[in-house]
């Protein structure tokens, strides 16, 4: 088992793949061939883990721009390392979601490391998991691989399909069918966005429904607090639930999800098998020691689709490379708080890009003044749900056909429908008092402590 092996061992073994994952590259990467060349890099002379800091950072931006030239292009690899199985978007609602792609080599991979997270944070064969992730307009890596998280685990799975409707077939559906479906399955985990799994808690303390099967929540998607946290665990209480349990995933469509081995914990790399990670200074690239704050990158150790090495994820933590205190695994843990550092901001547990935003509304005419504000739908509860809000001035009479437009440039630049504010021109921007508009406000910070 691999979180017997000391630290030491476990590199070593990483080392190994790292450089059979490099020289991969080295012939079938279009991005890595192209950039190392450019560095004058020799990528064959990157003997071992600590030889991967000479390479360059890649950075999300890169891979959003071209995400094509990330595949591996190695025709002579067995079919189960080139058919295509399944392409997950990072975002779903960014004006261009970015598609990672999928081997069957690495959906058997993500199975392996879906086991190891089971094992790790106690998802048992005997679960029925209630996926309450929405069904977006592109597909979400969360939402397909809670199947292959419950295939990996042995459990069973069913869906609520919630989200904002789109498409003509009408298979979307409201909140009370998620109360509904988790009561006719006798779901005992709860598998979705925070903010989505907490209304469903509510609605069934409303409906006085029977959710005593219930004996955890998993969460990912969107940063919670732990009085967030604790938030749920009152509900279940409330619920009379079979068990409080929070589990909070952190992951990424573009590395998978890391497993707490109990609650409010560091996050184990369950596979390191796979993947390496490490805490680096965005600027230089240089790495940090264990423990120091910075940006986590990771690198692919063995994969066949979207390979990234040196991948810089945005999100800003520590990492800890000593047996965990509470289980005693080897291997890394990433240690929190996780602070996202990207520029994308999480709206409804979506990612949006506020710049793709404020560009498209930029062009509506008549619009004497805008401005979006990212804020809590009930301002006194702070656990409520996001709500993007698009204040704007105009002439009255202009307000109808401009609310259409703010509506559909809205959903075409990053799939999330606002809500409409009519304000006079000074409430957005008074020119006597401040040298600039303020375009974009992000208000949950401050509620949400
Ligand atoms: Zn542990």
Redesign the pocket.
């Known amino acids: 088992m691999i979180f017997d092996l000391s630290i030491n061992q476990i590199e070593e073994l990483q080392s190994e793949r790292l450089r059979a994952m490099l020289a991969m590259c080295a012939r079938g990467h279009p991005f890595y061939r192209r950039r190392w060349s450019e560095a004058g890099i020799d990528v064959a002379s990157i003997r071992d883990l600590a030889d991967l800091e000479r390479l360059p950072l890649t950075t999300k931006q890169e891979l959003m721009a071209d995400p094509e030239a990330f595949r591996l292009r190695l025709p002579e690899l067995p079919l189960y390392e080139r058919a295509l199985w399944e392409v997950l978007y990072t975002t779903g609602s960014t004006a261009d979601p970015t598609p990672v792609y999928n081997t069957t080599h690495d959906y058997h991979a993500y199975l392996f490391q879906s086991r190891r997270v089971a094992e790790?944070s106690g998802i048992r064969e005997t679960d029925v998991i209630a996926n309450l992730f929405p069904l977006t307009q592109a597909p979400m890596g969360a939402f397909l691989r809670s199947t292959t998280n419950a295939y990996a685990a042995g459990a069973a799975i069913c869906a609520a399909l919630p989200g904002a409707a789109h498409g003509a077939f009408g298979v979307h559906r409201p909140l009370e069918y998620a109360v509904h479906m988790v009561q006719v399955h006798r779901a005992t985990v709860l598998w979705g966005v925070p903010s989505f799994v907490r209304r469903v808690l509510l609605r069934a303390i409303d409906e006085k429904a029977d959710f005593t099967s219930v004996r955890m929540c998993a969460i990912t998607g969107e940063a919670s607090t732990p009085a967030f946290r604790e938030e749920l665990r009152r509900c279940l209480r409330a619920l009379n639930a079979a068990g409080t349990g929070v589990f909070d995933r952190y992951g990424s469509t573009e590395l998978g999800a890391f497993a707490?081995?109990?609650e409010e914990?560091?996050w184990?790399n369950p596979a390191p098998e796979i993947q390496y990670h490490e805490i680096v200074d965005p600027q230089t690239g240089r790495r940090l020691r264990d423990g120091e704050r910075g940006m986590l990158a990771v690198t692919h150790l063995d994969r066949r689709g979207t390979v990234l090495v040196r991948f810089a994820m945005g999100d800003i933590a520590a990492i800890a490379r000593s047996p965990?205190?509470?289980?005693?695994?080897t291997g890394d843990?990433i240690v929190g708080p996780i602070v996202r550092g990207s520029d994308l901001v999480k709206v409804k547990g979506m990612l949006v890009n506020p710049s793709a935003l404020l560009g498209a509304l930029g062009g509506v005419q008549g619009v004497e003044e805008f401005q979006v504000v990212i804020r809590r739908e009930n301002d006194a509860d702070p656990y409520s749900m996001d709500e993007m809000v698009v204040r704007v001035a105009c002439a009255p009479g202009l307000r109808a056909v401009i609310e259409q437009q703010i509506t559909e440039k809205s959903v075409a630049a990053v799939q999330v429908r606002p809500r409409i504010e009519h304000v006079e021109a000074k409430e957005i921007y008074d020119p006597g008092r401040e040298t600039k508009a303020t375009r974009f406000v992000d208000r949950r910070s401050v509620t949400r402590t």
């Open positions: 790790i707490q081995c109990r914990s560091d184990h965990c205190p509470a289980c005693g695994r843990r």
